[in-house]
């Protein structure tokens, strides 16, 4: 079993122009090939979507439809990103949008990947284990950890901070079949991560919100803590005293 620090991972970052992989379209890539001593490799570009920004996400990422006039098109751009990325264990931060961002585009345009069956560590994940920082975003836990800042809010600066993120939260662990073997399992949250009950624990939310909530498509960690919280509610009467306009009489 290798060591961590003897390893090659891939940290990558896309910025889009939404959240919907099937829809949405990278506007910029980043990817660096890295171990625990240096980055080996890394590859950068801004990629012309062929359609417009939302101003919300332009917002987010600062990447203007003038930036992105000239550039080249995500077909020209993939295979170099794709050959830096495949046949390594892939690092990020909420990495399986990434994930699937790449494959969707790589569908479009008729480029052959493996990328959604490679071992992944998703670094949000990593981080409600470690559970240390109040809040998991990626400029969140830069500040906790004391990272120095990279600039904007931009795929190769979030790549540069996601890898220093990823040493830190990796300390407990001896190999990357550890970090996968634990991440297999789902993760019990301590408060909700978003809505309109973001920050509360979860035996504090309205039960109708959770068994609402529990129908949604959210990460399978959030689903999981929601379920958890309604199990616990059953097994103690909650479900009862809900129904119950007097319950709290």
Excluded at 22 to 45: C, G, M, N, P, Y
Excluded at 54 to 61: F, G
Excluded at 156 to 174: A, T
Excluded at 192 to 201: A, E, I, Q, T, V
Aim: aromatic share 8%; net charge neutral; with cysteine.
């Amino acid at each position: 079993m290798s060591l961590l620090k003897d390893e090659i991972f891939v940290c990558l970052d896309c910025e889009s122009t939404g959240l919907e992989p099937e829809k949405d379209r990278i506007i910029e890539i980043a990817v660096a090939r890295f171990t625990f001593d240096q980055i080996l490799q890394q590859f950068e570009s801004l990629v012309d979507p062929e359609c417009e920004i939302p101003q919300t996400s332009q917002e987010i990422h600062k990447i203007s439809f003038e930036m992105i006039q000239g550039k080249p098109k995500i077909k020209e751009v993939l295979p170099q990103a794709l050959q830096l990325i495949e046949g390594n264990v892939i690092v990020g931060h909420g990495i399986n949008f990434d994930i699937a961002l790449i494959a969707a585009e790589a569908r479009r345009s008729n480029i052959p990947t493996q990328i959604m069956k490679q071992p992944h560590i998703d670094t949000l994940r990593l981080a409600r284990i470690y559970g240390e920082s109040p809040i998991n975003s990626l400029d969140r836990l830069r500040q906790h950890f004391n990272i120095e800042y990279e600039g904007a809010h931009r795929a190769m600066s979030d790549v540069i901070v996601n890898i220093e993120v990823f040493k830190y939260l990796s300390k407990p662990y001896k190999s990357t079949a550890e970090i996968l073997k634990t991440l297999q399992k789902p993760i019990k949250l301590r408060t909700m991560p978003l809505g309109k009950h973001k920050g509360r624990k979860f035996d504090e939310i309205p039960l109708e919100y959770l068994i609402w909530a529990e129908k949604k498509d959210f990460d399978q960690d959030l689903l999981f803590s929601i379920r958890s919280e309604l199990k616990n509610r059953k097994r103690g009467g909650g479900f009862e005293q809900a129904g119950n306009p007097f319950g709290s009489l």
